[in-house]
Every structure is written in C-alpha cells, then in structure tokens.
C-alpha cells in the first residue's frame, strides 16, 4: 500500500468517524457512525484525489524516519482493530445465534403492530395520514454477518471505508420478523419512511436495491432518507411530521428517537431516556444492540481515539461501579 493510502486509512480511523455509530468509531448508523460528515467527505473525495495523490508522492524520495513511522501507525491501528475485535465477540455472538435476541426482535414487531392498528381505528389520528418512521441497520436489517465475518478476521473497527464495502455488498439481512412487519404495515395504508445514517451520496443506491431485494415496501426516494448534510435525524423527523402523523418511531439507537440525545454525555442520554420512560411501549420500539452505537462513544470523551489500555481502564471504571 503506498504511503499516501495508508497514512489516509489510518486518518480516518483515528477520527472515529463512520456512516454508522461504531464501537470504536462514530451511521448514529454501524454508519454512518451514526456520522461524522468531515469522515463522510473525506471517503467521497478520497476516490477522487487518491490517484493524483499517489503519483505526486510516488515522485518523492521518502525518508526512513517516515517508513518507520507508517509502520508503527499501522501496527497501533491493527492492535486496535484486533482489541475492538475482541471486545466484540460476545455482543455479536448474542445477536448472531441467540433464541433471546431473535424473540426480541419479534416482540418489537409485536408491539409496533399492535400500535399500529390501534392507530388506524382511531378517529383523533385521522387529521393526518399516518406514519411510522424507523432505522435501517440493526433495526430492519441485520448486518451481524457482516461484522462477524470482520471481527473473526481480527477486525473490530467499522469505520466508514469498512461500512461503504459492506452496504456496497448489498448481503444486509432481514430482521427475524421484519418483511411480514413492514408489509404489513404497508396493507394497513400506514407509511413507511426509513431514516438511516448511510451515507447518501455513496450508499443510495446500493441501500435501495438491497431492500428491495428483501422484499421491504415503500422503498423509494420519498421513504428511504439517508443522512446528506446532517448525521442528526431531527430535521427529517421534523419533515415527516409537517405531513403525517407519526404513530411510532422505530430503532437500535437513542438517536433513531425524537428526544434530542445527539451529542450528550452518559449521563445525559439516561436523564433523556428517564424522562421518557413513559413513550417506551407507546411511542418508541427499541431494538437490542450491543455491538456498536452513539452509547460506545458516550463512554467517554474522545473514546474512540483512546488506545486499547486506555480504553480498558474506562470499561473497568463503568464495570466497578
């Protein structure tokens, strides 16, 4: 891998950044994460600059100092890769082979159904037509594959390099319960709109065309929103809300929720969540996730760019207390 190439790869894994919230980086989200939008840039350009770039580098001499350099950042980001990869393993073992998680899933499905059908038979929702608005990944679709294949492989970083590759892979799986689901709220004249942090410019299409091959309705530019300009999801809540009525909103994150999380501390997100402990069931439908999401960097400041050792001594901090 030339120089160039490399010191890029290992920018943006120390910015933490991704389409999705990552364990180690962070779309809300695995991109996404859920985003950083200079990481977002910089992926988009880098395709473009990458090619001019290494040829004008190719052109100079380089110093040993800088060889030796580029080898020591690659062996930090591998040991990091490989950590992540190993706190990983049992949240995503859970998730990949666990009756509990799959029964989980179907009872988000339940609850939400059920929502949804008390809605339409109610006469106060009729001002507007009616909605639900939920997440993408980990939500409706299962990337647990995915990752697992990663973290076997001795990587844990879903950066957004790594989540570009996999949505371009088009092999996200439905949710156990997500196809009838959806469908079924697609018969019962309800909306659909799937608010995700997958990058739009690069993952738009790839997303599209997966979940129209899983059978998923409502799959077009009016209902599939991905982040563009802003990884907070409060805007386009706001611009579905102008027109529909929201039954329920639907997901793995506190960001996939109208509740105003983006960027709070630890402390903060559980204030949030306790003050709206009553919409849980009601309003909001939460899905289990314990591999990656925005509470991984709500850990501490600047988590993601931690060393493992440091890391491990916040980890420790929350386990003791």
Known sequence: MKRSSLAWYVAVACLGGSLFVGPVVQADSPTTVKANSIVSTTVTT?????????TTVAKKPVANNEVVNDAA??????QKQQ??????TMGLLWMRTSAEYRALAYQGYNVAMNLVKMAVTDPSHQRKPLAIVLDA??????????????VASGNGRFDAPWWRQAVHQGKSQAMPGAVEFLNEVHKQGVEIFYVSNRYAPVNYDATVQNFKELGFPSVDKDHVLLFEKDSDKQPRFDAIAKKYYVILYMGDNAGDFPIGTKGKTLAERNGIIDAHKEDFGTTFVVFPNPAYGSWVSALAKGYQNLSPEEQKQVNNKYLQQ
């Open 137 to 150: 990944d980990e939500t409706v679709v299962d990337n647990t594959k995915l990752m697992g294949e990663s």
């Open 46 to 54: 880098q395709v473009q600059t990458e090619q001019s770039v290494n």
């Open 73 to 78: 950042a690659q062996a930090a980001l591998k």
């Open 83 to 88: 950590y992540q990869a190993e706190t990983e």
